[in-house]
């Protein structure tokens, strides 16, 4: 803009020049040749340019000049302006403001230049302000200052005094005035700013560091960090001060450290505190850990050892120890060393004797006292405490030092607290001593007594017999006192005391006349007081010992239970012996164990006569019979009881009834506590008896008749039960045959009897004749032989089983037999058209039996066959030898045998599922098996049901000899 | 004329009941084998069924059940002529429909009595 200006004026200026040139010229030419047209009067004009030019010539220029005066005059307006603005600021007047005069570059930086002028402006007053401020922070800090108490120093660092507070220029000025004061000059003011720090913090002439101390100015100038330390200073009147002094940095904004700011602070009392506090606290220290010595241990000994050792080490000595009373001697005891001093004239007597605490700071300066150690021991200090115990001083404790040294207050005090704690631990000690030793004595004492009383105890629980458990006691009682003689008398019925056990090492000695147990003997006045009675003490008027008279002392003891006296027993000695309360006590626990033992004794013997009697009653009856405990646990179990059972007593005995014995009882298996069990009744106190049946271990089947009952004790408490059984097998087989007789026989028998009732009945009514009539006739003959038959099978069979049945033995003519079969049955073969195969081998036709019998069972067994089939069965007859047996088979292809009716087969009467629809007598089988058994055979039964049966008997063969045959 | 049929295994019963009832004017069919029992009566429509009760074969009380469960023999009366003499088996007999039960040995006259009895009181 400037620029355009100017070029601007410039051109201008070149117009207005040019003009003025110019026009003169145009205007002269134009006027001459206007006038000449027509001839040239050119020089004319070329002369008159010329003298008209430097005319106009140098109007043109002064009017330039004029042109250019003003223009410029006009550019330089904001320049002057500027100029006054800068001479203003420079004056300090910053309150200046200049007007743009033109819109150019000049007028902006005018405008800039009155903006920086308000912005100088604001600086200086903001500026002003600041140090207003500081100069009042400043004020601040030093009213700070100089109220603190504490000395503070701010310090160059060139270590000099830079600034300081009232508390350094009133110190450095009392400082001054008692030098002056010294010196006897008055004091000016004193200087304190530009001094080196060492010269007014430690009043030492050079600078602490070099003395070996931490500078903390120096420090704080290496650091740049706070620094604290602890100096000892002089103080004003030369003592001694501690000062805490704290340092810090004072830094200018490039962090560098400038200035160090410094306090002392006056800690010496605090230090002072702190050190006696200290010094109590080691004091305590001591006094603690000398008193966990004294109460740590019981040993006398070791316990003073440690407190002299402790002792020695806290007060820096080099030897110590202790001396006790000996108040028998009246000496002095070392009880580490064991030296003796005679009680007075030293050191460690007269702290016993005045009770307090003798010290020798220096023996060689304080002249010689009476020192137990000798000279060899070079001693220079020691101290004697009293050891003080409540009742008297019980010695004194002694710690030497080869160098002097002076005890201070402190240690004295502690050593005192020492002895008084040493001199209580010491009379502890002993007392504890004293009570263990009594501790001692009572228990080995009391354990003698255990032993013995639990000696006699067991003995006399063990022994059976009354006499042996006496004489057991009486030797315990005897060896417990030491006694020379023991003896025990028993009140006898008359109420005289008779010898009943004595224990002597001479027995011959003993002299018993009984008028010597009279009334005002030892032993009366014993049962009278019902206690233990001492010779000599008691009585007072007791002459004489009733039994010994050579004895010195004698204690008698009655044996009673409650009101009754059973006797009475002396302890006799032959030297004079002290009975003690203890000795009394434990002779009527003695007494008291005895009349229990006696008095069970006797019990117990009556007891056994009566358990004997019991015993062979028990195991005598043939009745089984045991007994269990309210668990069911079997207690005791008689002989006759292990035979019915079939199980040892051992087995039964001890055991739970429920898991040894069961009961098959009607319906099925049940334990003997199950439900119903008898046994589990009279376990609830109920009475009860019925009828079990019973499968012994080897599978016999029993009955048994129970009856249980509950076992009460005398104070009515139920103890268990007690089950009494009998054998009632072969009265219930009776039972049943009887049973069995009336319900089959008598019905076999119903049906002969028809005929032979029914038929003469109708002879008598004359209701047949004729033919008829001999066949009635005949039916009743052969209904009577049917009856007979049946009543000699019943008989025959009666007659085996009882034994009386005649064993006819001969040869049996097998042949013979087969052919009556034969012929017996060939009615019914033929009607059911039964194929009958009979076999017979030669070996057996030799065989010796009983031919009748033999043929009996054969047919027994073939109508068997026959009668149980239907039509068209076969029935093989099989008689032959196998080894040493003869075996007859007879095997059919009948009805068979339901398996559960096998076993029962042979029993008198049972008919069996076929019986219900057959006649028979249920005999049969049996008698066949009697007969096999009489044969000394057997005989055994294979059947299945809907195919058939084989029967066979197998016998011993007995071969018919030759001389039998001839004989 | 009644007619009466008894079966017994028993030959001589057989012969001593028919003797004593053929000479009361009664019809008698007699029958040792209880298996053709049944076919035997309703063949003969009898007033009266004597049954041993004992019997190889079929039961006098088997006869005695079926005779009762069959709706054409039901009314048929039935004695029971039998050894066996409890009183169990007297319920049972009479349980099963028999109308009397005479035990073994018996008298001929009273069972003609009970006979006569027993058809006169259809």
């Known amino acids: ?967 | 004329m009644s007619k009466v049929v008894v079966i017994d295994d028993e030959p001589f019963i057989l012969m001593m009941i028919e003797d004593k009832l053929k000479r009361a004017g009664i019809h008698v069919i007699a029958l040792r084998e209880s298996r053709d029992a049944l076919s035997v009566i309703r063949r003969e429509r009898p007033d009266l069924v004597i049954l041993d009760w004992m019997m190889p074969e079929v039961s006098g009380i088997d006869i005695c059940r079926m005779l009762k469960a069959d709706d054409a023999l039901k009314e048929t009366p039935v004695v029971l002529l039998t050894a066996k003499g409890q009183d169990a088996d007297k319920q049972l007999g009479l349980q099963c429909g028999a109308s009397m039960y005479i035990t073994k040995p018996f008298s001929p006259r009273a069972l003609l009595e009970i006979v006569t009895k027993v058809i006169g009181g259809r």
């Not at chain 1, 402006?121 to 140090?131: D, F, I, P, V, Y």
């Not at chain 1, 504490?150 to 830079?162: A, Q, T």
């Not at chain 1, 004079?576 to 009394?584: K, L, S, T, V, Y």
């Not at chain 1, 009745?623 to 002989?639: E, K, P």
């Open chain 1, 1 to 967: 803009m400037f620029r355009n200006r100017l070029i601007y004026s410039l051109f201008l200026t070149l117009l207005v020049f040019a003009l003025a040139s110019i026009l003169p010229i145009v205007i002269t030419v134009h006027k001459d040749l206007g006038v000449s047209p027509e001839g040239s009067n050119l020089p004319v004009v070329r002369e008159r340019i010329m003298n008209d030019f430097i005319t106009i010539s140098f109007y043109v220029f002064v009017l330039a000049f004029i042109l250019s005066m003003f223009l410029a005059r006009r550019l330089l307006l904001p320049v002057r302006e500027l100029h006054r603005g800068a001479m203003s600021i420079r004056d300090g007047k910053l309150d200046v403001t200049l007007s743009p005069s033109s819109r150019d570059e000049l007028g902006e930086v005018i405008e800039v230049f009155n903006e920086m002028a308000v912005s100088l402006r604001g600086k200086t007053e903001e500026l002003e302000r600041k140090n207003k401020e500081i100069m009042e922070s400043r004020d601040f800090l030093e009213i700070i200052m100089d109220s603190i108490e504490d000395e503070i120093l701010i310090i160059g660092s060139d270590y000099r005094v830079v600034r300081a507070n009232k508390v350094v220029f009133e110190k450095a000025q009392m400082q001054m005035e008692t030098a002056a004061g010294r010196r006897g000059s008055s004091g000016g003011a004193p200087s304190v700013i530009g001094e080196y720090c060492h010269m007014i913090s430690h009043k030492m002439s050079r600078p602490c560091f070099l003395s070996g101390e931490e500078c903390p100015v120096k420090e704080v100038f290496a650091t740049g960090k706070t620094f604290r330390a602890i100096h000892q200073h002089a103080g004003i009147d030369g003592e001694q001060l501690v000062h805490e002094i704290l340092a810090c940095p004072i830094k200018d904004t490039n962090g560098d450290v400038v200035n160090v700011i410094e306090l002392l602070r006056d800690v010496t009392e605090m230090k002072r505190y702190e050190a006696a506090l200290l010094q109590k606290n080691r004091e305590l220290t001591s006094i603690n850990s000398i008193a966990a010595i004294l109460s740590h241990s019981l040993d006398t000994g070791a316990t003073i050892l440690n407190v002299v050792k402790k002792l020695t080490a806290m007060l820096d000595m080099d030897d110590g120890g202790i001396f006790l009373v000996d108040k028998d001697r009246k000496e002095l005891v070392c009880s580490l060393t064991g030296r003796r001093l005679p009680l007075g004239g030293n050191i460690p007597s007269r702290a016993v004797e005045t009770g307090t605490l003798h010290t020798i700071d220096n023996i060689g300066v304080e002249g010689e006292m009476a020192l137990p150690w000798g000279p060899g021991a070079d001693i220079r200090s020691c101290c004697c405490v009293p050891l003080k115990g409540r009742e008297g001083i019980l010695g004194s404790l002694y710690l030497l030092s080869c160098r002097p040294r002076v005890f201070s207050a402190e240690e004295k005090r502690m050593l005192t607290s020492v002895g008084d704690m040493a001199g209580i631990a010491l009379e502890n000690t002993r007392l504890y001593d004293m009570i263990n030793a009594l501790y001692e004595y009572q228990r080995s004492r009391r354990r003698q007594e255990h032993d013995s009383l639990l000696s006699l105890s067991s003995r006399l629980a063990s022994a059976a017999d009354i006499k042996g458990a006496i004489n057991i006691a009486l030797s315990l009682i005897a060896d417990s006192f030491k006694a020379d003689v023991a003896v025990l008398l028993e009140l006898d019925g008359n109420n005289r005391l008779v010898l009943r056990s004595s224990l002597s090492e001479h027995e011959d000695s003993l002299c018993l006349p009984n008028s010597q147990l009279g009334p005002d003997s030892l032993e009366w006045h014993a049962m009278e007081k019902k206690r233990p009675v001492v010779f000599p003490g008691f009585p007072p008027a007791c002459p004489r010992i009733s039994l010994l008279t050579m004895s010195e002392s004698a204690v008698s003891a009655p044996i009673h239970t409650g009101e009754k006296t059973l006797g009475v027993f002396s302890l006799y000695f032959n030297s004079p012996r002290e009975f003690r309360e203890e000795d009394i006590h434990f002779l009527e626990i003695t007494s008291s164990i005895l009349a229990v033992a006696i008095e069970r004794s006797e019990f117990y013997e009556k007891m056994l006569a009566e358990k004997s009697l019991a015993g062979i009653v028990f195991e005598s009856i043939s009745d089984g019979l045991y007994t269990v405990d309210t668990d069911g646990v079997i207690t005791s179990v008689n002989r006759a009881a292990e035979m019915i059972l079939g199980i040892p007593q051992a087995d039964l005995s001890g055991r739970k009834c429920s898991e040894v014995i069961m009961h098959k009882e009607t319906g099925g298996d049940r334990s003997l506590c199950g439900t119903g069990c008898p046994l589990s009744g009279a376990l609830s106190g109920v009475t009860s008896s019925r009828e079990v049946d019973y499968i012994d271990p080897s599978g016999k089947r029993l009955s048994l008749s129970v009856s249980c009952a509950p076992l009460i004790n005398a104070d009515g408490v139920l103890i268990g039960a007690v089950e009494v059984f009998r054998d009632i097998t072969k009265e219930k087989e009776i039972d049943r045959m009887k049973t069995e007789f009336v319900t089959t026989v008598s019905h076999e028998f119903r049906t002969p009897l028809s005929a032979i009732i029914g038929m003469t009945e109708m002879f008598i009514e004359k209701e047949v004749d004729g033919d008829r009539a001999r066949e009635y006739i005949e039916t009743i003959l052969n209904e009577g032989k049917r009856l007979s038959g049946m009543v000699s099978d019943l008989l025959d069979m009666s007659r085996i089983e009882s034994g009386e049945a005649v064993f006819r033995e001969g040869k049996v003519d097998f042949s013979e037999i087969l052919d009556d079969i034969k012929k017996t049955f060939s009615d019914i073969i033929e009607k059911k058209d039964i194929q009958l195969e009979t076999r017979l081998a030669e070996e057996a036709m030799d065989f010796r039996g009983d031919h009748e019998k033999l043929k009996q069972l054969l047919l027994n067994l073939v109508g068997n066959s026959v009668n149980y089939s239907d039509r068209n069965c076969m029935i093989v007859v099989d008689i032959r030898t196998e080894g040493q047996t003869l075996k007859m088979e007879v095997a059919d292809t009948g009805w068979g045998i339901p398996g559960e009716d096998i076993p029962l087969l042979t029993r008198k009467f049972f008919r069996g599922k076929h019986g219900l629809k057959t006649k028979g007598t249920g005999l049969g089988l049996s008698l066949c098996k009697d007969i096999a058994a009489l044969h000394g055979g057997a005989l055994s039964v294979k059947s299945r049901l809907g195919r058939g049966t084989v029967v066979s008997v197998d016998l011993p063969h007995r071969r018919t000899t030759n001389i039998e045959e001839n004989g």
